[in-house]
């Protein structure tokens, strides 16, 4: 079996009378997918017949036992299908499974008719049940008979098929040549008059179609009817009707030989031909011609004319007499093709060449045409020549057009783009001027004028330099709209300032302005073809749009430049919009901006030389007065150096009104500030103290006469000072002179040693200043000590003395950090003992919660627990005071008298602090149970105790009468008796000086001074709420009756 995959080579056709057509493109071999005409001559198309087929019992129509066997039949009934499929191209890895349920659905379905196969450019091939859409260049059809069962048997009879292949015109022409027109012809069962108006009107079609087909290949075919060669010219004489339809075709004839003589080759061809289309006319010219010779010598046309010249002789004269002259025709285009040949070889080496490598090619072009033009004898007019020379600017704009890409114009690729149309512009303005050159030399050296229409030969090349110089200017506007530079976009600029995102957001709306009228000039079809008008129209809307943004861009400008404040922010944005300084209208606005940059600079110069001219009276802090002066007067010639340094690297800047006075300002300036340094530096010189190494000769310190036991250094200050003016003039690279060198040379040794000594004075002021008159007392042998080690850098070290000063700074700092560290001591200890008396303060000794009700001997009960807690706890800070004060007083135990005498105050001092301490913890706790019980004026108190009302007979046979339980004098004194408990708690705690001290101050216990004064014991809280107030108090506001 033949692979159902491999197209046939031979016609595919159905069993059935119908027709198929098949056509073919001009490269296609013949193929007819149609089956041979029958003998019945009539273009009646009989009925399909498959009534039999449907009248079939269903038991007749085959039928698969086993599905297994269904699935091989349709299988088989599928491959016969694709057998019979005539394209090319066609694989069974290229059939989808998409097309295999479409070819299923057309064979179960018997109301789908129609299965067209064809290539599909995406998803070939493709298996549709209608035309497709668009133009394909091979197809397969099979047409369902109606209402028909397709099966494997019946496959002939009821489906019809075929091919199509090439264009509709050729296989129209091969089917009314081959088919209809001999049956039409040779049929003998039409009525006469019928017949005679058919084929007449058949005859018109047959001649019109086959002029149409074969003018598009470039040939003139003569048809002559079928039914002339039938006939001898005796016998057609007697049939008028077959005269007038001969004559009719020979009438064509004659038309068609008039077109073909008269034809002209420049309208022929067009006004954008170039010269290989002038060789390839004229050689398809001489072509055509002989062909219709070797068409007149045929025996079909010979049999004709002769029918015609015994029926007709007008007509054949006519013709006769236009057949002579193709053979002069035919030798007019021989010659001119053999001498535009001469131009074939350099053309086509020119069409290999682009725009930037043409121009040295064409002074031999231009020699070669004048050889035609001289030597040709039909070729040598003035029309013709011209139009040559057309057709070479034609070949020019056409290598040109060639190079440029409209797709990468206006997607930004400015730079390559610009130079393709540079090299193009070039390339056609060569083009013009070597022709005139040669122009110029021929009328010089030869007797006949050069007289041609240069209008007529560079009217396009002049439209097209046109048309490339306004593209060069779509790529310039790119770039100065749109910041393209090869395909992309540069880096948005970074406007600075408070407007710099207003201004930025504005640039973006330009930048999509100017793409939105870049798009729609791109749209406009055909901008290379130099005829076309609508190029105008878009161009011109274009530039109408961009003088819009230009203003729009000056507006930018403007408003970019109102924060500008300095020359370097001013050149920047110069430096942002430079390359819109090719536009005249931008360019002034940039031209104004770059006149406000200068003058920015120039009010610089103005207020730097306002500071030089009161420099005298200004020193920078931290610098001596000369040197300060002079490095100010640097600085300002390094603030006015910057600015101009910008100005003059900024090379795109153009000249403007006072730059020049701008730059002799500035030199002026800079002399000036050089000259000012100068004068400072003598005056300093002139000013130094030859003798200026006598002032180290001093001691390092010094008792400091302000403060009072403080120490200072003791250096010498105009020494200091001359130091600091060395160092900085130095940094200005001025020579030192030779009399201040040594104090120079030793600067490091002498600040060093400086520093060195201020750190021994700070830390000998810093304990000095810690303590007050009393710890001066306390740490006056260490105090003493320290001035005992200090005291050689106040008498006999001096600032000379090299070596032995090292030794006793190090020396005076370790004997500091150790009194340092007892000063820390001792200030910690103080916090300490600070500490703790504020917490005795707090450790409140009666608790009273607002929430609880006492009841009976609760409350006492409860006081007593909560005050020994509270006891635990106030003997634990207690001991740590005194543990603290012990372990300070090991730095005292071993000092003489004065100093035990000073620790017995302090610490006198520090136990009047614990006993002021109980006081307020005594003072708060009494009041605190006075404000449960009184209120504190502006809201009542809660309810503090709870009261039983009993009835109680005092002897057996009285009167009961009401009583409390508890009574209230006993409540009264269950209260007044936590003055006592409070007392009676903090009675253990000892004195500091009994703890601390050998010494007995004979002074009274801490909690008998609580008790008993007048003012701060608890007599004063009792004062306040005596015993009837607390009853009163107890009776209005703190019982809760039960």
């Not at 080579?9 to 296609?28: F, N, P, R, V």
């Not at 209402?147 to 496959?155: H, K, N």
């Amino acid at each position: 079996m033949a692979d159902p995959w491999t197209p046939h080579s031979d016609s595919s056709s159905s069993s059935m009378s119908k027709q198929s057509i098949s056509g073919e493109g001009h490269s296609k071999s013949k193929h007819t997918s149609s089956t041979p005409a029958p003998s019945d001559l009539s273009l009646e198309v009989p009925e399909i017949a498959v009534e039999e087929m449907e009248r079939k019992p269903a038991s007749q129509v085959p039928i698969s036992d086993t599905p297994e066997e269904a699935d091989s039949y349709t299988k088989r009934l599928k491959e016969t299908f694709k057998k019979h499929l005539a394209l090319s191209g066609i694989s069974k890895e290229s059939w989808t499974d998409e097309n295999e349920r479409a070819l299923d659905k057309f064979i179960s379905d018997p109301s789908i008719r129609l299965l067209i196969v064809y290539h599909d450019p995406f998803t070939s091939p493709r298996v549709d049940y209608a035309m497709p859409a668009q133009v394909v260049e091979q197809m397969s059809y099979f047409i369902r008979a109606e209402d028909s069962v397709i099966t494997e048997e019946s496959f002939e009879s009821s489906v019809q098929f075929g091919s199509i292949k090439g264009g509709a015109i050729e296989g129209l022409l091969r089917f009314m040549n081959g088919i209809h027109a001999p049956q039409v012809t040779l049929s003998t069962t039409w009525p006469e008059s019928t017949k005679n108006f058919y084929t007449e009107n058949l005859h018109r079609f047959i001649t019109n179609i086959t002029d149409s087909r074969f003018k598009l290949l470039g040939s003139t075919v003569l048809y002559v009817p079928l039914e002339a060669l039938q006939h001898r010219p005796e016998e057609v004489i007697q049939n008028k009707n077959l005269v007038h339809r001969l004559e009719m075709v020979i009438i064509h004839w004659t038309r068609q030989i008039k077109e073909v003589l008269s034809a002209q080759e420049i309208g022929e061809m067009g006004d954008s031909s170039g010269p290989l289309e002038e060789i390839s006319f004229w050689k398809s010219r001489f072509a055509d011609l002989a062909n219709i010779s070797q068409q007149l010598q045929k025996p079909g046309v010979r049999h004709m004319l002769k029918i015609l010249q015994l029926c007709s002789p007008f007509y054949t004269s006519q013709f006769s007499e236009l057949a002579k002259h193709i053979q002069d025709f035919s030798l007019q285009a021989q010659s001119n093709i053999s001498f535009l040949s001469l131009l074939k070889e350099p053309c086509e080496e020119l069409a290999q060449l682009k725009p930037c490598d043409i121009a040295p090619k064409l002074p031999h072009i231009i020699k070669l045409i004048r050889v035609i033009w001289v030597n040709s004898s039909y070729y040598n007019t003035r029309e013709r020549i011209t139009a040559l020379f057309g057709k070479m600017s034609n070949e020019i704009i056409r290598l040109c057009r060639r190079e440029i890409s409209l797709d990468r114009i206006f997607q930004g690729y400015v730079i390559s783009s610009k130079q393709i149309l540079n090299e193009c512009i070039q390339c056609c303005l060569a083009w013009k001027e070597i022709y005139l050159h040669t122009s110029q030399l021929h009328h010089k050296h030869s007797s006949q004028g050069w007289l041609l229409s240069e209008t007529s030969i560079f009217a396009l090349v002049e439209a097209f330099v046109q048309r490339c110089k306004d593209l060069i200017e779509v790529c310039e506007c790119q770039q100065q709209f749109a910041r393209r530079e090869e395909g992309e976009q540069a880096q948005l600029p970074c406007f600075a300032g408070r407007q710099g995102l207003e201004v930025t957001q504005n640039l973006l709306n330009i930048e999509a302005t100017f793409e939105k009228n870049l798009q729609v000039l791109g749209s406009v079809k055909d901008i290379l073809d130099v005829r076309n008008t609508s190029w105008h129209d878009g161009y011109t809307r274009f530039r109408s749009e961009v003088k819009d943004l230009e203003v729009m861009m000056q507006n930018l400008i403007s408003s970019a430049f109102e924060t500008v404040k300095s020359v370097e922010e001013g050149v920047q944005l110069l430096d942002v919009f430079k390359h819109l300084s090719e536009r005249e209208a931008i360019k002034r606005t940039i031209d104004t901006k770059m006149v406000d940059v200068y003058n920015l600079f120039n009010d610089e110069l103005s207020l730097v030389n306002k500071v030089l001219c009161r420099i005298s009276s200004l020193t920078p802090a931290e610098m001596p007065q000369y040197a300060g002066q002079a490095h100010l007067a640097r600085a300002l010639h390094t603030q006015i150096e910057r600015p101009m340094e910008v100005l003059q690297n900024a090379n795109f800047l153009p000249d403007v009104s006072g730059k020049e006075g701008v730059h002799v300002a500035y030199a002026q300036l800079c002399r000036n500030l050089d000259e000012k340094v100068r004068r400072i530096f003598t005056d300093w010189s002139q000013s130094l103290d030859r003798q200026c190494l006598g002032g180290l000769n001093q001691p390092l310190m010094i008792r400091c006469q302000e403060k009072t036991g403080l120490l200072d250094v003791n250096f010498n200050k105009n020494l200091l000072k001359m130091i600091n003016e060395i160092h900085y003039w130095d940094r200005l690279q001025f020579e030192i002179p030779h009399y201040v060198t040594e104090v120079h040379q030793r600067r490091e040794e002498l600040l060093n040693l400086k520093e060195n000594v201020l750190l021994v004075v700070k830390d000998y002021n810093r304990i000095i200043t810690a303590l007050n008159a009393e710890e001066m007392g306390l740490f006056s042998e260490r105090i003493r000590f320290l001035n005992k080690k200090f005291q050689p850098g106040l008498t006999k070290l001096h600032w000379s003395t090299k070596g032995t000063a090292n030794v006793f700074i190090n020396d005076c700092r370790v004997h500091a950090n150790k009194v340092q560290l007892m000063v820390d001591e001792y200030k910690v200890a103080n916090l300490a003992v600070s500490k703790f008396c504020a917490e005795i303060s707090d450790l409140l000794l009666v608790r009273v919660d607002g929430k609880i009700v006492y009841g009976d001997l609760e409350f006492q009960e409860d006081q007593k627990k909560h005050q020994h807690s509270q006891l635990l706890r106030l003997q634990a800070a207690h001991q740590e005071m005194v543990n603290i004060l012990a372990k300070v007083y090991m730095t005292f135990q071993t000092d003489g008298t004065e100093v035990q005498q000073h620790w017995v105050s302090y610490v006198e001092k520090v136990d009047c602090m614990v006993q002021e301490a109980f006081r307020t913890n005594v003072k708060r706790s009494l009041q605190d149970l006075s404000k449960a019980i009184n209120g504190d004026g502006k809201t009542p108190p809660n309810p503090l105790f709870r009261v039983e009302v009993v009835l109680k007979q005092r002897t057996p046979g009285s009167t009961a009468q009401v009583d409390f339980s508890p009574s209230l004098p006993k409540l009264a004194q269950m209260v007044n008796s936590i003055s006592a408990q409070l007392i009676h708690t903090i009675s253990g705690f000892k004195r500091l000086p009994e703890l601390l001290t050998n010494q007995n101050l004979q002074k009274k216990p801490i909690h008998r001074i609580i008790a008993a004064h007048p003012r701060r014991g608890i007599a004063a809280v009792q004062q306040e709420g005596p015993t009837a107030h607390v009853l009163l108090g107890l009776q209005q506001h703190t019982l809760a009756t039960a």
